[in-house]
């Protein structure tokens, strides 16, 4: 028996909005198969001194957006999201690896709150080309 996903009512933290984007890829998978593969970057939050020295040796990388979607469409390898609150601010990282995956042939964008989220994701699975 499927469990039943709830999005969270007014949410206020930028993983809450995360929370909701990927609680929303679960109500509306059948719709959208591809959304299995939308996945976190988890770059974030809080670390104590060893084991940020222990995922910095590992490849963890300051300014990476929160949600990938390695699926190609239109004429984009994939998509990337940096998902804020609707008052979170972009880093100066941010703003490169946005920049960088623009360049090298990637959708990659900036969305505040969940609701911007999902219209993007929308928008770019609607995109024709590749092999869709």
């Known amino acids: 028996m499927k ?6 009512v007014n949410p206020k933290s930028e993983a809450d909005h995360q929370k909701n984007v990927m609680r929303w890829s679960m ?24 084991e940020a020295k222990h995922l910095k040796e590992q490849g ?26 609707l008052t979170g601010r972009v880093s100066a990282d941010q703003n490169y690896w946005q920049l960088k995956l623009i360049e090298n042939g990637y959708f990659a964008t900036v ?13 770019y699975l609607s995109l024709k080309g590749w092999n869709k």
């Open 3 to 8: 469990e039943k996903v709830k999005l969270i």
């Open 60 to 85: 963890v990388k300051r300014g990476v957006p929160d949600l990938c979607l390695p699926v190609a469409r239109g004429s984009y390898h994939g998509l990337y999201i940096e998902l804020k609150t």
């Open 27 to 50: 109500i509306v998978r059948e719709v959208y198969p591809d959304l299995a593969l939308l996945y976190h970057i988890p770059n974030g939050g809080a670390r104590n001194e060893i």
């Open 111 to 123: 969305c505040r709150g969940w609701e911007s989220a999902i219209s993007v994701i929308e928008w």
